[in-house]
T-cell receptor, first 115, second 115 residues
Framework: DVKVTQSSRYLVKRTGEKVFLECVQD?????MFWYRQDPGLGLRLIYF???????EKGDIPEGYSVSREKKERFSLILESASTNQTSMYLC??????????????FGPGTRLTVL | KNQVEQSPQSLIILEGKNCTLQ??????????LRWYKQDTGRGPVSLTI???SENTKSNGRYTATLDADTKQSSLHITASQLSDSASYIC??????????????WGLGTSLAVNP
């Protein structure tokens, strides 16, 4: 079974803090993704990576950065957390970027609250 | 504008009953359509993926249909169980192989199965 793990299930941070969310997958997937999910807005793509050290902006990259130094690990960084970044953050990974039917496997999510 | 709309927004049924969830999309060019199940506080899990040429696809008690002409899909759940209580999200992939491929997420239908 594919396993995608996220470093924390719940996180509480203060405005202005630098926040690191980590994601690890154990299936040797090339692609990894970071989403945020908010009520009424659904899942929105923040960043994705299709290889080590490669990254591409998603739909809402502002205020976020990412790092992928190893194939199995993809980190999301909030440089200076703000209250509007309070959300559920979901990491996903997938195989075969070249085929259109690649399935994304999601982690359990991190519920981040910024006070 | 690429869009995925789901109905109803929420649904309550009794255990053992059947139900059908709807998904309408305006996505071009269409690549494939997926249904995900998301339990409360968890990441989405893929149920089915359907390409342009597939009309029906089953996964246990879940059956998805696709009408590419009318740009509609449905997810039928047979003999519902309490564990079916979740949000069901319709996702359409736009574009073909390459950097133009993109997932368009619906907002989901929240299903509650009561005993």
């Amino acid at each position: 079974d594919v396993k995608v793990t996220q470093s924390s299930r719940y996180l509480v941070k203060r405005t202005g803090e630098k926040v690191f969310l980590e994601c690890v997958q154990d299936m040797d997937h090339e692609n990894m993704f970071w989403y945020r999910q908010d009520p009424g807005l659904g899942l929105r793509l923040i960043y994705f990576s299709y290889d080590v050290k490669m990254k591409e902006k998603g739909d809402i990259p502002e205020g976020y950065s990412v790092s992928r130094e190893k194939k199995e690990r993809f980190s999301l960084i909030l440089e200076s957390a703000s209250t509007n970044q309070t959300s559920m953050y979901l990491c996903a990974s997938s195989f075969f970027f070249a085929t259109s039917t690649d399935t994304q496997y999601f982690g359990p999510g991190t519920r981040l609250t910024v006070l | 504008k690429n869009q995925v709309e789901q109905s109803p927004q929420s649904l309550i049924i009794l255990e053992g009953k059947n139900c059908t969830l709807q998904c309408n999309y305006t996505v071009s060019p269409f690549s494939n359509l997926r249904w995900y199940k998301q339990d409360t506080g968890r990441g989405p899990v893929s149920l089915t993926i359907m390409t342009f040429s597939e009309n029906t696809k089953s996964n246990g008690r879940y059956t998805a249909t696709l009408d590419a002409d009318t740009k509609q899909s449905s997810l039928h759940i047979t003999a519902s169980q309490l564990s079916d209580s979740a949000s069901y999200i319709c996702v359409v992939r736009a574009g073909w192989a390459g950097n133009n491929r993109k997932l368009i997420w619906g907002l989901g239908t929240s299903l509650a199965v009561n005993p």
